[in-house]
Each structure stands twice: as structure tokens, then as C-alpha cells.
């Protein structure tokens, strides 16, 4: 009986236990982890550590060779137990960071193997002492971005992963690569175009590049855009042993077999492997790092680039001396799609100086800008020192002059060409830089056009700014050869068309502009807007007026009809006008990156205009093949700016590709205040006229914008 009453009572007291039980309170999120630094032997080792985190938590990031027996892990105020492990390591010491999160907070254990092969040593670059990947990435970071090492320096260790093979690589000979100190490293050397064995081009016969190859590489190096430590492209570098085998370096042909042509033949005959020796004139400024500079015969211009014996000559050649190169041809695409005719692997042979210095004498500046009375190219550089930042000109401005140089020629794929003028043709007095301007009647060049050469007049019209906000130009395909030694049209027939065909603007917009292209006269008509002018003949700008859209429902559409009778493929295009409706935060205006968006937004420090008063610019700069959404690189920043209006939301739409490594919600640590995510989406709110977003985790990449304004 007194059993009984015993077991009762305990059965009372669990009972009571268990109905008295309630939920853990969590308190505020937090994450924290002890130690915050382990240290594991070079054999196979694990150690445990704790980790407190009052949200759900799991790994945000972790070294490859580090394992762990749990990623994830619920929420609690109660210490949990997470165990570290390592293989064995045959490498050197080795270090790496395990990062846990609850979100926005995030925890760090910095986790240190020991190496049978002891500490890793950095070296200092020379054949005798090469630097170690980890060195080499040290000094390009130390060099600044974008910034090449003076002399070429050595490299050594073992290829982690092989882009292109020389094999593959065709007639470039080169190869492209990432190098590690150790198997399994996530820190790597980028090896671009890296010519092979003997500082030649790779040919049939020869070992190619695989990955686990042991190498030492020799040439100079870049931190490209501030984040991408590699060897300088183009074949600058080559591979001084390939798994212990080298070859003595291979002089070009012997000079005194050299053929001695034009510069025009040299471009015509596009032969990548076989030296030839030019004779012209120096007509660019010289770059002295590289001994790289522009020259011409008098029959075209070649950038001649990759000198080899430039440690000679860099302090010698000047401007308009006369100088006498052999090498090989390079057809170059930048990411503009602009292409130039190079002269690499060359060797500087004979400088004799010219009459004037590198440092030209300034013209005055004259002309107002006007179609009547056009800047000269002091005139114009005066006026664009006005101009704030990398804002664009308001209006279009002339600018009359003489061909001086030529960087890029028009072509048919690209439309546009690039190029220098000055008052009189000559490269001494002030220079202004033509840069992508289309040709004759605002248009695209096609074969049959009128090529451009040294020396001839012409009035350039379109918009200028300061690339960059230091470099003073045309804004890239927003200028064109108004006229060209006397004519403003060229004979290849009726032409015909409109800038865009749809056009957004914001709820309190009262008015539109439709740019019309061509030679030939046309008409303009809407009906629901007023147009004006309603007929033009060439180039024109239409403004098309509407009332401010005050529904806050629906959005507005203008259309107008822009038609002409000329012999045209497409005789009428219709231009339809989305006016934003206005919404309860404000008016509303939506980018999704199209090319035409992309490319506008590819050149660094560009103004994107969205509509009539939110604007954007990024501060990378990036080519626009293949991409199919907005870049910004680790470290550049994002801005986007209301003219007249106030900020109150901005929502982005990111990609989740893998290798993009972007932040959480696009910008991670890198957003102001006020923003907030949810997997590839992120929201800021505030009030501001201009906002500020930073790639910190690395780069970011946006398929849609919207921003709300008031």
C-alpha cells in the first residue's frame, strides 16, 4: 500500500514537470562560437568547439579540406557541440576561416592545420627565390587595381584547373590557367594567356597544360579590376618550366630575313605568325611602362604593344619621331567591340627624333557649339571642364576639325569608328578623342560608306562628358560625323528609323522625346497626345505632350505613328509611351536589363537614365557578350539618383547562379540602412535622394530594378 502511494506521487510530480513545461525563450538573435581559433596536427585530427546561436543556424561558408559533422542546427540558448575534422596534409601549413550564420549575424572559427611540409614561404618573385601563389597574389594586391608590376617576376606552383589548353587556343599558342600552392587551396593565381615553354607560341608536338602540372611562370602581373590577381594577357607571360622542364628563351627570326612592308600591308596580310619590320611615324604619346604607342606610314596605324626589348627603349621614342619595329599581327577587340590592328612580340630596332615634343602646345579655344559656329578642340575641352563629374552635355554640341589619329576605323560589324582631331591634323596641338561615333547621317557604317583617313575635316555632333569623370570625349553611339570633308550624307540610298520604339516615363511627366534617324523626310501623328513638330526631314527629335497621370489604378499609353513615303524597308513605326501610374509610396519606374540597357550601362561611371528623374550608375566595367544581366564587381559600388524627387524604395532582382558568390538578397553587408532580402530579392526603404550599394561579398549581378519616388 505504501508502494502504491509512492508510485502515485511520482507519477503527480512528472506529471506537474511535464504540464508546467513551456516554450524556451530565445531572447535577442545572436550567434557566437568558442574558441574562435583552432589549431589541428598535420595527420588526421578533429577537435570540437561550441557554438550558442538563438536562431537557426547553418554554414555560410568553409575551406574545402574542412569538414564538419553538422551544417545546420535549430535555435537555442544552449551551448551546442560542433566537431571540426581534417584530413592529413602533405602541403605546407595551411589556415582557413568556417563562417556560421543566423542571417545577418554571422560567427568566425579560423581553423590551422599544421603541413608536413612546414610554412608556407611567400618568396620574393625571382627565378632563384620564386613567389608562392599566396606571394603573388600579396604583391598584386599591393600594387593597386588595374596597375601592371614594372618588370616580369616568377611564379611557382600546381595548376588547380585548366580553362582553355594551348591546344585549344588555335593560332594565340597561349594557354589559360589557375595555379594553388597546395591541392584542395581555394586561393588561387589566375595564368591568362600564357604563351608556353621557351616564351613562344605552343605548337603541335608539345607537352599542353592539365591539371596538377607543376609550374613556374615568368612575366609581369596586374590586380585586375582590384580583385583578380593574374599575368598580364596577351602573351606577356609564359611558362618557365613545365614539371621541371624548361627551354632557353627563342629570338624571333633573323632580322636580317625580315620583309619590310606597309603598315596597310601588314593590317591586309593579318599573318599572326610570321615577323615583319615597319618604318613610321610615332603619332600617339608613348606609354613608357609598356613602350607602347600608335604609328603610321601614311598608309594606316598600328598600336605596336609587347615590346620585348621596351627596357631600352621606353625612355627613347617620342612622338612624332620616326621609328623602325619588327613583330607579328594582332587583330584586338575590346569589350566596346572596338577593334585595332597591333603590331606584339616586338622588337624596337632603330628611333630617330622628330621636330616636337610629347607635350603639345594647347590651341585657344573657340566656337560656341553650334551647328553655325562649332567648338575647335581647345573649345571643347573648355567647355566639357564644365561639365560636373561624368555628367553628360545636355544638348548636343559641334566640334570641327582634322583627323590627327586613328584608334579604330569604322567597321561593319561594330557601325562606329574612333578617333582623334585637332585644329590643323597634326598631333601637337590640343587633341579631342571622337570616341564610337557613328558615321554620316547619325547612322550605323555599312560597307559602301565613306572610310575615314589622317587628315580629313570634319564637324562632329552628339553628346561629350569626362569618362570616368577625368577623360574628356564623345558619350560611346551618342555622336556622329555631322560632316566629313564638306558632305553630310553619304549615297547609300534612303534611310529611315526611330532611337526606341517604347518609351516609360513617370506619372508626373508631362512630355516624351521620339529621336528620329535618317535622310529622308518624314511625318509624325497621335491620337491621344499633341506632336510636335508634326513632319521633319533627316535627323529630328519629336516631343510628344500628355497630361500628368494622377490614377492610381492604371498607367497611361501614348501612341504615335512616325511614317515617311521614301523607298525604306519599314516605311511607319509605331512608338508607344508608358506613363507610370501613380502608386500609394509614390510613382513607380521598372528597368529589366535588356541589351540595349546592358550596353548603356557597361562603360564605367555611365548615367543610365530609367525615366525622367531616377538615374543609376555603376561604377564597374565590363563587356556586355553573353551577359545577360547587370555586373558590379567585388568593391564597386551601385548608385541610383532622383532629380528633384525623393527616394523611397528600391527592389532588386539578382540571379542565384552559383558562380556569381553574390551576398544574401544581392548586396549582403554591403547595403545601407534600411534594407532587408529575402533569397535573390532585397528591398531598401527610406527617403533619400541618392542611394549607395557596395559588392562586398563579390559581384552582384541584377536581372530588375524598380524604384518608388515621391
Not at 551577359?627 to 523611397?648: D, H, N, P, S, W
Request: charged share 20%; glycine share 10%.
Amino acid at each position: 500500500m505504501k508502494f502504491k502511494s509512492l508510485f502515485a506521487a511520482a507519477a503527480l510530480a512528472v506529471f506537474a514537470l511535464v504540464g508546467c513545461e513551456s516554450e524556451e525563450n530565445l531572447g535577442e538573435a545572436r550567434i557566437s562560437v568558442d574558441p574562435t581559433s583552432i589549431s589541428l596536427a598535420a595527420t588526421d585530427d578533429s577537435k570540437a568547439v561550441t557554438l550558442v546561436a538563438t536562431r537557426d543556424w547553418q554554414i555560410y561558408s568553409q575551406p574545402d579540406w574542412v569538414a564538419l559533422d553538422k551544417t545546420t542546427g535549430t535555435a537555442s540558448t544552449k551551448e551546442q557541440t560542433v566537431t571540426i575534422s581534417v584530413a592529413a596534409n602533405s602541403g605546407n601549413d595551411r589556415e582557413g576561416e568556417v563562417v556560421f550564420t543566423i542571417g545577418l549575424a554571422r560567427a568566425s572559427l579560423t581553423v590551422k592545420q599544421a603541413g608536413e611540409a612546414g610554412e608556407l614561404k611567400k618568396g620574393s618573385g625571382t627565378l632563384e627565390d620564386p613567389y608562392s601563389v599566396a606571394g603573388a597574389i600579396e604583391f598584386c594586391q599591393s600594387l593597386g587595381a588595374d596597375v601592371q608590376s614594372e618588370n616580369s617576376v616568377y611564379i611557382k606552383g600546381i595548376v588547380s584547373s585548366v580553362s582553355t589548353t594551348y591546344e585549344a587556343s588555335g593560332t594565340y599558342g597561349n594557354a589559360v590557367f589557375y595555379i594553388v600552392d597546395n591541392e584542395g587551396d581555394t586561393d588561387q593565381f589566375y595564368a591568362f594567356q600564357t604563351l608556353y615553354l621557351g616564351n613562344r607560341k605552343w605548337k603541335s608536338g608539345d607537352d599542353d597544360i592539365k591539371a596538377g602540372d607543376a609550374v613556374i611562370i615568368c612575366g609581369p602581373v596586374v590586380n585586375y579590376k582590384g580583385n583578380t590577381p593574374e599575368t598580364v594577357g596577351k602573351g606577356a607571360s609564359y611558362l618557365y618550366s613545365l614539371n621541371g622542364k624548361t627551354e632557353a628563351v627563342v629570338e624571333p627570326e633573323d632580322p636580317s630575313k625580315v620583309e619590310q612592308i606597309t603598315c596597310a600591308e601588314f593590317i591586309q596580310k593579318a599573318d599572326e605568325n610570321t615577323t615583319y619590320r615597319l618604318v613610321g611615324k610615332v603619332t600617339s604619346a608613348v606609354n613608357t611602362q609598356y613602350c607602347s604607342f600608335d604609328m603610321n606610314d601614311g598608309t594606316a596605324t598600328v598600336v605596336v604593344w609587347t615590346v620585348n626589348n621596351k627596357d631600352e627603349w621606353k625612355d627613347k621614342v617620342k612622338k612624332d619621331g620616326t621609328v623602325t619595329v619588327r613583330g607579328k599581327y594582332l587583330l584586338y577587340t575590346d569589350k566596346s567591340g572596338n577593334q585595332k590592328h597591333e603590331m606584339v612580340d616586338a622588337y624596337i630596332e632603330k628611333f630617330e627624333a622628330g621636330s616636337s615634343s610629347d607635350d603639345p602646345t594647347p590651341s585657344n579655344p573657340s566656337g560656341t557649339g553650334t551647328q553655325a559656329d562649332p567648338y575647335n578642340a581647345a573649345g571643347v575641352l573648355a567647355f566639357i571642364a564644365t561639365l560636373e563629374g561624368s555628367n553628360e552635355s545636355t544638348n548636343d554640341v559641334y566640334v570641327k576639325g582634322k583627323i590627327s589619329s586613328i584608334k579604330y576605323s569604322f567597321s561593319a560589324d561594330y557601325g562606329t569608328a574612333t578617333f582623334d582631331i585637332s585644329d590643323d591634323g597634326s598631333t601637337n596641338g590640343s587633341q579631342f578623342t571622337c570616341y564610337s561615333v557613328y558615321t554620316l547621317g547619325n547612322q550605323a557604317w555599312v560597307e559602301g560608306n565613306t572610310q575615314i583617313a589622317v587628315g580629313d575635316e570634319v564637324i562632329i555632333c552628339g553628346k561629350v562628358y569626362k569618362y570616368n569623370g577625368n577623360t574628356p570625349e564623345t558619350v560611346s553611339k551618342k555622336a556622329y560625323i555631322y560632316s566629313l570633308n564638306g558632305k553630310t550624307s553619304d549615297t547609300v540610298g534612303p534611310v529611315f528609323g526611330v532611337e526606341k520604339t517604347e518609351i516609360t516615363v513617370g506619372a508626373s511627366a508631362t512630355s516624351a522625346t521620339i529621336n528620329v534617324t535618317g535622310n529622308v523626310k518624314w511625318t509624325a501623328s497621335s491620337e491621344n497626345a499633341t506632336v510636335s513638330p508634326a513632319s521633319g526631314e533627316g535627323n529630328g527629335a519629336v516631343t510628344v505632350s500628355f497630361a500628368a497621370n494622377t490614377d492610381t489604378e492604371n498607367a497611361k499609353t501614348y501612341t504615335v505613328v512616325v511614317s515617311t513615303t521614301e523607298d525604306v524597308t519599314t516605311k511607319s513605326y509605331t512608338v508607344t509611351i508608358t506613363q507610370n501610374k501613380v502608386s500609394a509610396g509614390g510613382e513607380e519606374v521598372t528597368v529589366t536589363f535588356d541589351k540595349a540597357k546592358l550596353a548603356a550601362a557597361a562603360c564605367k561611371g555611365a548615367v543610365v537614365k530609367m525615366d525622367d528623374v531616377i538615374s543609376f550608375t555603376n561604377s564597374s566595367d565590363y563587356g556586355t557578350t553573353n551577359v545577360t544581366e547587370l555586373r558590379i564587381y567585388k568593391g564597386q559600388t551601385f548608385t541610383v539618383t532622383a532629380t528633384g524627387k525623393t527616394i523611397t524604395k528600391i527592389e532588386f532582382t539578382c540571379t542565384a547562379s552559383d558562380k556569381t558568390k553574390q551576398g544574401p538578397g544581392c548586396w549582403g553587408a554591403g547595403a545601407p540602412s534600411g534594407y532587408t532580402y529575402s533569397g535573390t530579392t532585397g528591398t531598401w526603404v527610406g527617403e533619400s535622394a541618392s542611394v549607395a550599394f557596395t559588392a562586398t561579398d563579390n559581384q552582384v549581378r541584377i536581372v530588375e530594378l524598380k524604384v518608388t519616388y515621391k
